[in-house]
């Protein structure tokens, strides 16, 4: 299910920082921590340059962020809450085993190039290899040329048992609030495969946390001539 509000108003990596705040950016979360991030201000900077952008967010409708983004960037916003749609198949999966694969793709139905900037958050942590390719590819073709997405990759295998709220505070601050999950294991992806999956969109900013996960902007190349 969608939600749209229209508002008003190739690879680098940096050092893990111990600044208190960006090294517990997803695992082992306390309700309520807030976190400091270095890639999403350019995330954030990248779609304020656009005229009247268009964001989609990937993650479940969090009226503050609404609030935020639409007076920080004048933008439409299309909240998709594709982890309510993660969390129903999981339940399914519970009384099914041989439950088909989880389609995303075909609820996005934006035209293509028509997206300025999609937020992610930690998404492909809980969707298989399969889902992961064939999403990313849609959301690659939803891009603008000079989009951004922004996205969080986990790098250890580990059992998931909560999904989190990414709530925004500052350009460089989020609130990280968790909720139930059925749980599932964590497909890693190799950074390669990642890049890979996005095809033609190319990596501006590449944090590696100590909480095991990758923030990560990818760009979609501006159109030559």
């Known amino acids: 299910m969608g939600v749209s509000w229209a508002g008003t ?5 940096r050092p893990d ?14 309700p309520g921590t807030v976190v400091r991030s270095t ?6 900077a990248a779609v304020a340059r656009r005229a009247a952008p268009v964001v989609v967010d ?7 962020n609404v609030e935020f983004l639409s007076e920080r ?22 009384r099914d085993p041989d439950l ?12 293509l ?46 059992e998931l048992s909560h999904y989190t709220r990414f709530v925004l505070e500052a350009d460089d601050r989020l609130r990280l609030r968790t909720y139930a999950a059925t749980r599932t294991r964590r497909e890693v992806l190799a950074a390669r495969e990642i890049h890979r999956m996005f095809g033609t969109l190319t990596v501006d900013e590449f944090v590696l946390l100590r909480s095991h996960s990758r923030e990560t902007l990818f760009r979609k190349p501006e159109h030559r001539g």
């Open 17 to 30: 920082r111990d600044d208190g705040a960006t090294a517990s950016l997803v695992s082992q979360v306390r």
């Open 9 to 13: 108003g190739m690879f680098k990596r």
């Open 39 to 44: 890639v999403m201000p350019k995330f954030i």
């Open 100 to 111: 088909g694969p989880l389609a995303l793709a075909s609820h996005l139905v934006q035209p």
């Open 58 to 64: 990937l993650g479940a409708v969090v009226g503050s």
């Open 73 to 94: 960037l004048d933008c439409t916003i299309h909240v998709q809450d594709f982890f309510a749609n993660v969390e129903a198949h999981a339940r399914g999966r519970v």
């Open 113 to 158: 190039e028509s997206v300025d900037g999609i937020l992610c958050w930690d998404l492909f942590d809980y969707l298989d290899a399969s889902t992961s390719r064939s999403l990313a590819a849609c959301l690659t073709g939803l891009l603008r040329p000079g989009g951004a997405l922004y996205g969080l990759f986990g790098t250890t295998p580990i």
